[in-house]
C-alpha cells in the first residue's frame, strides 16, 4: 500500500510539470481530461493539446503538455494554431447572417452573383486520356456550394499538383478562385452527390463579397469575430502572435511525435504577401477565440458576450441541421450536422491537423480539441472520449444548487 502510494505521488509530481488546468468561469473542479491524457503526454506521443468540456455553465478545460516540446512551452488557451478546415463554419455563419437580412437565399442560382457560373460542364468519362464534359443541368445553388454537393474537386484545378504557394492560405484572392473553378469541369451533376471541398466553400465566400461589397474576411471581421471578442483570430497572425504558435508535429506509433516544419497546405511565412483568406481552411485563431465562436452556437446565436450574432431560428434551421438532400449525410453550411436536429444532436466541425468542437443547443454541451498533429494513430482518442462520458455524467448529477461545491480531485 505504502509503494502504491508513493508511485501516485511520484506520477502526479512528474504530470503537474507539463499540465494544467487552465482557468475557466464556473470551473467544474474536475479533471477527467487531464488524467487521462497524462500518460500520452508523458511518453511524448501527445506532445500537447487542449481539452474543453462543457455543459450548461459548468466547464471543465485542460492544457496538457507543450505548444513547443523542444522549448518546453507549456500550451495555453491563448496559443495560436490552424483551425484549418473549422473556417468553413465561420463562412457559414456570414452565409445564414446575409440569408437572414434577405440578401440572398439558399436556392439562389450561384451565377445570380458570379456570372461565370451561368454554364458548367461535368467531368463525365474519360477515354484514352481524352475527357468527356457534359453541359449540367442542374442549376448550381448557394445551398449546393456550401454544403458539399455542388461538384467540386477540393481544391481547384489551378491549385492541384501545385499545392506551394497555392494551400489554403495562398494562391489567389476569393473572386480569383471562384472564377477559376467555374472555368474547370465539375466532378458530378450538382445536387446529386457528395465531394467534400473547399472550393465550394470559397465560392460561398465570394457570393458574400458581391452581395456586401466588402472583402470576405473584412465582412467576417466586422460582423463575427469583433463583436465575439475574438481579438486573436485572423488570416495573417503578427509576429508577436507567432511566438506563441502551437507547433506542428507527425504522429509516430509507439513513439514520441516527430516535430514537423510545416505542412505543404500552409506554408511559412504565414504571414506574408502570398497569404489570401480561404473560407474553406485557413484562418488562425487561439482555443479562447474558438470557444466564443461555438458558444455563441450553442447558445442559438448570441455569444456569451450578449453580442447576438443571429436569431434562434437561424442557427436552429440553417445552421444545426442539415441543408443537404435526404440519404446525402449530415451537413448545414460549412458545418457537420445530422439530418434530424434531435435532443441529443451535435453540430460543429473539425480540422485537418485534430482540432475539433462540437456543441449541442439543447443540452447546453460542448467539446472542444486543439492540437497541432499530423496523420495517425491517435491512440488517446478512446481515453479521451471516456473522460467525455465521465465529465458529462458528472455535471448531470451535479446540476442542482450545489453544482460547484463537489470537486473531483
Known amino acids: 500500500m505504502k509503494k502504491q502510494r508513493m508511485t501516485l505521488i511520484v506520477g502526479a509530481a512528474i504530470v503537474s510539470g507539463w499540465c494544467t488546468v487552465c482557468n475557466a468561469q464556473k470551473d467544474s473542479g474536475t479533471t477527467f481530461a487531464k488524467e487521462a491524457l497524462a500518460p500520452y503526454v508523458a511518453s511524448g506521443q501527445l506532445p500537447g493539446a487542449i481539452n474543453v468540456f462543457y455543459k450548461n455553465g459548468l466547464q471543465e478545460t485542460a492544457c496538457v503538455?507543450?505548444?513547443?516540446?523542444?522549448?518546453?512551452?507549456?500550451?495555453t488557451m491563448d496559443d495560436v494554431y490552424m483551425q484549418c478546415s473549422q473556417t468553413k463554419g465561420f463562412c457559414g455563419v456570414t452565409i445564414a447572417i446575409l440569408v437572414e437580412e434577405g440578401k440572398i437565399t439558399l436556392d439562389d442560382p450561384v451565377s445570380k452573383y458570379l456570372?461565370?457560373?451561368?454554364?458548367?460542364?461535368?467531368?463525365?468519362?474519360?477515354?484514352?486520356?481524352?475527357?468527356?464534359?457534359?453541359?449540367?443541368?442542374?442549376?448550381?445553388?448557394?445551398?449546393?456550394?456550401?454544403?458539399?454537393t455542388g461538384g467540386f474537386p477540393f481544391?481547384?484545378?489551378?491549385?492541384?499538383?501545385?499545392?506551394?504557394?497555392?494551400?489554403?492560405?495562398?494562391?489567389?484572392?476569393?473572386?480569383?478562385?471562384?472564377?477559376?473553378?467555374?472555368?474547370c469541369p465539375l466532378l458530378f451533376e450538382p445536387g446529386?452527390?457528395?465531394?467534400?471541398?473547399?472550393?465550394?466553400?470559397?465560392?460561398?465566400?465570394?457570393?458574400?463579397?458581391?452581395?456586401?461589397?466588402?472583402?470576405?474576411?473584412d465582412f467576417l471581421q466586422e460582423r463575427v469575430l469583433a463583436p465575439l471578442g475574438m481579438a486573436s483570430s485572423s488570416f495573417r497572425p503578427t509576429g508577436k502572435q507567432l511566438q506563441t504558435q502551437v507547433e506542428m508535429y507527425d504522429c509516430v506509433k509507439d513513439a514520441p511525435a516527430?516535430?514537423?516544419?510545416q505542412n505543404e497546405m500552409q506554408q511559412r511565412p504565414y504571414n506574408d504577401?502570398?497569404?489570401?483568406?480561404?473560407?474553406?481552411?485557413?484562418?488562425?485563431?487561439?482555443?479562447?477565440?474558438?470557444?466564443?465562436?461555438?458558444?455563441?452556437?450553442?447558445?442559438?446565436?448570441?455569444?456569451?458576450?450578449g453580442a447576438?450574432?443571429?436569431?434562434?431560428?437561424?442557427?436552429?434551421?440553417?445552421?444545426?441541421?442539415?441543408?443537404?438532400p435526404k440519404g446525402l449525410?449530415?451537413?448545414?453550411?460549412?458545418?457537420?450536422?445530422?439530418?434530424?436536429?434531435?435532443?441529443?444532436?451535435?453540430?460543429?466541425?473539425?480540422?485537418?491537423?485534430?482540432?475539433?468542437?462540437?456543441?449541442?443547443?439543447?443540452?447546453?454541451?460542448?467539446?472542444?480539441?486543439?492540437?497541432?498533429?499530423?496523420g495517425s494513430p491517435r491512440p488517446w482518442d478512446t481515453a479521451r472520449s471516456a473522460a467525455e462520458d465521465k465529465f458529462f455524467k458528472y455535471a448531470i448529477d451535479n446540476s442542482g444548487a450545489d453544482a460547484y461545491t463537489g470537486r473531483v480531485k
Open 65 to 75: 503538455g507543450y505548444a513547443d516540446v523542444a522549448a518546453k512551452r507549456p500550451i
Open 115 to 148: 456570372p461565370e457560373f451561368k454554364e458548367l460542364w461535368v467531368h463525365e468519362a474519360t477515354s484514352n486520356g481524352v475527357k468527356k464534359l457534359v453541359q449540367a443541368k442542374n442549376v448550381l445553388t448557394v445551398r449546393m456550394a456550401m454544403n458539399h
Open 155 to 183: 481544391e481547384t484545378c489551378a491549385k492541384q499538383g501545385n499545392i506551394k504557394g497555392g494551400g489554403w492560405s495562398g494562391g489567389a484572392p476569393l473572386r480569383q478562385t471562384a472564377a477559376i473553378a467555374a472555368a
Open 192 to 217: 446529386t452527390k457528395v465531394q467534400y471541398s473547399n472550393t465550394g466553400i470559397d465560392i460561398g465566400a465570394a457570393v458574400v463579397e458581391v452581395v456586401t461589397g466588402k472583402r470576405w474576411e
Open 258 to 261: 516527430k516535430y514537423r516544419v
Open 273 to 305: 504577401e502570398h497569404v489570401f483568406a480561404s473560407a474553406g481552411a485557413g484562418l488562425w485563431t487561439t482555443a479562447s477565440d474558438q470557444l466564443k465562436f461555438y458558444k455563441m452556437l450553442m447558445n442559438r446565436g448570441v455569444g456569451e458576450n
Open 308 to 324: 447576438r450574432i443571429l436569431k434562434e431560428e437561424t442557427v436552429q434551421e440553417l445552421l444545426a441541421k442539415s441543408t443537404r
Open 329 to 374: 449525410g449530415g451537413y448545414s453550411l460549412g458545418l457537420s450536422a445530422p439530418e434530424e436536429d434531435k435532443d441529443d444532436a451535435w453540430f460543429g466541425h473539425g480540422g485537418a491537423w485534430g482540432t475539433n468542437c462540437m456543441v449541442n443547443w439543447h443540452r447546453k454541451e460542448l467539446k472542444l480539441w486543439a492540437v497541432q498533429l499530423c
